[in-house]
């Protein structure tokens, strides 16, 4: 039995609940059957409860009427299963250098991902086909260079086969694609999954682009942990990349995002996939909890208080 006092505290945190269900309402409206690109990656997926998690919230999505279209990533896994298999990495300006061995465990380790994926998702019961950029000529590519230098089989996408995601999202499927795509000459490439997830947006016209991450979002100060910004626009994003404060690993992510929305895409986020239900508090309340990257003309939902 409840005291006064606990039925208080008790009826308090019920209110607070219907408070946020409210607060996400004008968003469902606004977005409803818009297409949101999710890129899932990071230290999340090697847990399996942060995957499950994760997902859970994904196909949330798609229950109040998104139409999510995956991305994922593996780079943390494939890089485990060759340390098991003791085969030898070599790295070129900070990226590895894929060989026909590395591309073959790479494309192994994305596939049994991206089955275990749709596994979550057909176990809520909302229907998920696993795809690899490979099938129907989804993600087309040519050979990435870096810095001018060959790193092997890495892919740039050059073009995105939309009608078979968008045929399946018609059909109501929850598409899980794996970025692994092919050349003119049907030679497999490996992506990264950032770019593969911005290209898949820019070309399928996506509301939305949300990267998770292993970082909250973009910081003011790296070593503030309180200093996430929560709104940006392009032009702020450029600003900060001309003073240096965005840089290192978050600098190609920026690109990315500034790209997408210099070709459509409304808004990008770029949230922690660590934490839990990351993506709904990003999406569904007016503060958000990671990084919203959007154009320079549009209205920002949060405004600091002065």
Known sequence: MLMKGQKNLHMEKWIEKGDVLIEALPY????????????????AMLDE???ESVITDITLLKLVGFKPIIVHGG??????HIDRLGMKTQ???????????TLDAAEMVLNSVNKKLVQIVEKLGVRAIGISGKDGKLL????KLSEGEDIGYVGEVTEVNTSILEDLLEKDFLPIVCPI???EDFHGYNINADDAAS??????????LAFLTDTEGVYMDINDTSSVISEMTVKEAQELIDKGIIAGGMLPKIRNCMTAIENGVSR?????GRIPHSILLEIFTNKGIGTAILGDEQEKFYMEEK
């Open 91 to 101: 790295f070129i300006n900070g990226l590895r250098v894929t060989d026909e061995e």
């Open 268 to 272: 990008v986020h770029i949230l922690d």
């Open 49 to 51: 409860d942060f995957m």
């Open 181 to 183: 795509g092919l050349d």
């Open 75 to 80: 780079g943390k896994a494939i890089s485990r």
């Open 199 to 208: 290209a898949i947006a820019q070309a399928i016209k996506a509301e939305k």
């Open 140 to 143: 087309k590519v040519k050979k």
């Open 28 to 43: 469902i409206q606004r977005f409803n059957r818009k297409i949101i690109v999710v890129k899932y990656g990071g230290s």
